[in-house]
């Protein structure tokens, strides 16, 4: 099928996956600069030379390359993150760094040069490290105004620049990574629940007055929220297994409810209440949430099931938990692999909300091989992703003609970057290969993937090559 005219097709990264460069010109430490290991670890006191995001693919030093590589596969649209500590070291400081502020009015100068439109992501997992320990995190309420206050800073800085906006990259992460997420220094053991959710309750209030600061500012631009979208099938047609169903997939709709419709949903008392939960909120807070979104973006990787039966062990590879699908492969990674579940969510969403969506990010980590073809060129032949990509986006065509207004679709990774969950790099998810390894071998040059020129082709033909 082709699709609509203005879809806006491109690919995703977040800074500090690319960037590296982790104390150039000024920046600050971010909570990813002592999480050489991923996700599930405890950050180290100071940086360490094992984390590879300190120099990640030096994104930093490349992006001109980089991006005329994007422009090359015919790139709409390519979305990336702000450095919070790029912009404010420590984070709590009243004047920015004008180094880090230069240095994203050149990357979207080089954007527009090529007529890519920036997609800004304004928190991507990373909190600058002062607010981490010194405040911890979004427990604290001040963060409000210290996020506010960076966020009116880059708006008036791009105007003019930046059409697109997303506030808090999954948002819906924070349960099961508080401090990437929500820069919470406090280990997740030692976090009660009644924490956790005050410091979800600043976020969210945080987001909704920095979409009203964007819709002052840049009346022209459209702002959204952006949740880590993760279908929830019943294990069985057992109602019990129904209603575990429903009652995960609220805890995760239980974000963007409130971006999208502007209050606290009514299952939320009694989510509250049975957890033992009191939340502050103030008089100004239930104004300030009010602010809601312009469209719903997420990230689509995995649907997952849920069971009533204890017995019945959640996966380990599913960010969120779950029970795995019997009926679905899994990447080597673990992450079971179901493009109809992308068209169910795609539908789902737009059902609940009646906004248009963004897939901001959806892709395939998998160890690629680097091979020389006999005319001398060195590339991947990962006919394995793009089989992948190609399933997914057809669904996303099916989701297209069930009348779902879908802005458009960012690939996760398009140059291969630092993996989030595992901070490795052999988990590749680009169209580029960056010769860079895990031992910190490497020449950091770049090297078109086969997926390369079957994206470009998908872009051209503006998804009439899909098959």
């Not at 103030?282 to 997420?298: A, N, Q, R, Y």
């Not at 673990?334 to 109809?340: A, E, L, R, T």
Request: net charge negative; aromatic share 14%.
């Amino acid at each position: 099928m082709q699709f609509p005219k203005d879809f806006l097709w491109g690919g995703a990264i977040a800074a500090n996956q690319i960037e590296g460069a982790y104390n150039s010109d000024g920046k600050g430490l971010s909570v990813q600069d002592v999480t050489p290991r991923g996700w599930r670890e405890r950050p180290t006191e100071t940086p360490t030379s094992d984390n590879m995001k300190l120099e990640a693919i030096d994104f930093y030093h490349r992006y001109k390359e980089d991006i005329r590589l994007f422009a090359e596969m015919g790139f709409k649209v390519f979305r990336l993150s702000i450095a919070w500590s790029r912009i404010f070291p420590n984070g709590d400081e009243q004047t920015p760094n004008e180094a880090g502020l230069a240095f994203y009015d050149d990357l979207f100068d080089e954007c527009h040069k090529y007529g890519i439109e920036p997609l800004v992501t304004l928190s991507h997992y990373e909190t600058p490290l002062h607010l981490s320990k010194e405040y911890d995190g979004w427990r604290n309420r001040e963060l409000i105004g210290f996020f506010e206050h960076y966020a009116r800073t880059v708006f008036l800085r791009y105007k003019g620049k930046v059409k697109y906006w997303l506030t808090f990259n999954e948002i819906n992460s924070i349960a099961h990574t508080p401090l990437l997420s929500g820069g919470i220094y406090t280990p997740k053991d030692e976090l009660t629940e009644q924490d956790l959710y005050q410091a979800i309750h600043h976020e969210l209030v945080a987001s909704a007055r920095v979409v009203k600061a964007c819709h002052d500012i840049l009346p022209d631009a459209q702002i959204g929220c952006m949740i880590l979208g993760m279908p929830v099938y019943p294990l069985t047609p057992q109602p019990e297994d129904v209603m575990k169903a429903l009652q995960t997939e609220r805890e995760n709709y239980y974000f963007s409810d409130i971006q999208v419709r502007g209050y606290y949903p009514s299952y939320s008392k009694r989510l509250l209440k049975e957890k033992g939960i009191e939340l502050v909120i103030t008089p100004e807070d239930i104004g300030d949430l009010m602010h809601t979104v312009d469209f719903v973006s997420f990230s689509y990787y995995m649907s997952t099931c849920e069971s009533s039966n204890p017995e019945h062990k959640g996966g380990e590879g599913n960010i969120i938990g779950g029970v795995p699908n019997p009926y679905l492969e899994a990447s080597e990674w673990g992450w079971q692999i179901d493009p109809v579940g992308l068209r169910f969510y795609l539908n789902t969403l737009y059902d609940r909300y009646q906004k248009p969506v963004f897939i901001v990010e959806n892709g395939l980590g998998a160890v690629d091989e680097l091979i020389t073809l006999p005319d001398g060129t060195k590339t991947v032949l990962d006919d394995y992703r793009i089989a992948y990509l190609n399933d997914h986006l057809v669904q996303v065509g099916e989701a297209i003609k069930d009348g779902v207004p879908i802005m458009g679709y960012t690939a996760w990774g398009c140059i291969d970057l630092v993996s989030f969950t595992t901070a490795e790099l052999k988990k590749r998810y680009g169209f580029i290969y960056v010769d860079r390894h895990d031992d910190g071998s490497g020449t950091f040059k770049r090297f078109k993937k086969k997926s390369f020129s079957w994206y470009k082709e998908v872009i051209a033909s503006n998804g009439t090559s899909l098959k």
